[in-house]
């Protein structure tokens, strides 16, 4: 029999399980695995997004451990373990279309409406826990904050539409449309502190209208207005506005 010891994760850059295979008795020595999951485990947090597991087979080889456990079907075996840090370490930074995404799954949006739901939700996470909750730059346009990549997605969204998230499993449940949006969030850096974060402002503002949400980001100290929206070009609202001044963009 074949001893396989097996690292599986969710590469949601690739849309697929990743996983490491360790097998005969010699890569089996427990300070060898001990070593290899430590070295995992610093390159990504205590709570990386990884699980563990032991299978035996007749035969060498992962297609054997496919055939024997059908649970490792469709996952892509990765030849080591550098390679399997950086693809998960792609899925630790959140990027705001991430964050669009998933608001799409629990409030229909106009463009207008979501940009300004991503901003605050971005505003309130960094006002708490001074830290980012995803990488994009946000600028000042003329009717608000603006967030880089979910701009480039919606841009050619009309915006009498409702734009729905674009997800990846052809199926008509919901609730299943909505798990691996959820899961990308929670699988990134702190992430279920962030998706706790997003829910909480997407209750706090999640009904109101467009029009209302500008008028909040529009108030006269917002960050919005510090960073001199209105202006020809436009402005980047740095994140020492947002801490400076999100105070005072209230309902």
């Given at each position: 029999m074949i001893k396989h010891f097996i690292i599986l994760a969710s590469s949601y850059s690739k849309g697929k399980r990743i996983a490491l295979d360790y097998f005969d008795d010699e890569i089996l020595q427990m300070d060898v695995i001990k070593k290899e999951l430590d070295y995992i485990i610093h390159k990504l947090g205590d709570d990386a997004p990884i699980s563990t597991h032991y299978i035996q087979t007749v035969k060498a080889g992962w297609k054997e451990v496919e055939k024997q456990d059908k649970f490792f079907a469709n996952a892509q075996l990765i030849d080591t373990k550098e390679e399997f840090v950086e693809l998960i370490l792609k899925d630790r930074k959140l990027k705001g279309i991430d964050i669009a995404k998933y608001i799409l799954t629990k409030v229909p949006c106009t463009h207008l409406k979501l940009e300004k739901?991503?901003?605050?939700?971005?505003?309130?996470?960094?006002?708490?826990?001074?830290?980012?909750?995803?990488?994009?730059?946000?600028?000042?346009?003329?009717?608000g904050p603006v967030i880089e990549s979910v701009y480039q997605k919606y841009k050619k969204s009309k915006k009498s539409y409702h734009v729905y998230v674009e997800d990846d499993i052809k199926t008509e449940d919901e609730t299943k449309k909505k798990l691996p949006i959820r899961s990308r969030i929670i699988a990134s850096e702190e992430g279920l502190k962030k998706i706790l974060s997003v829910d909480k402002t997407l209750d706090k503002y999640g009904n109101y209208s467009a029009s209302k949400l500008v008028k909040i980001?529009?108030?006269?100290?917002?960050?919005?207005?510090?960073?001199?929206?209105?202006?020809?070009?436009?402005?980047?609202?740095?994140?020492?506005?947002?801490?400076?001044?999100?105070?005072?963009?209230?309902?």
């Open positions: 739901l991503v901003y605050l939700c971005y505003a309130d996470y960094l006002c708490s826990e001074n830290k980012k909750l995803f990488d994009d730059k946000i600028y000042a346009y003329k009717l980001t529009h108030n006269e100290s917002s960050p919005w207005t510090k960073a001199g929206a209105g202006s020809s070009q436009f402005q980047e609202i740095s994140d020492e506005l947002i801490l400076k001044f999100h105070k005072y963009e209230s309902i």
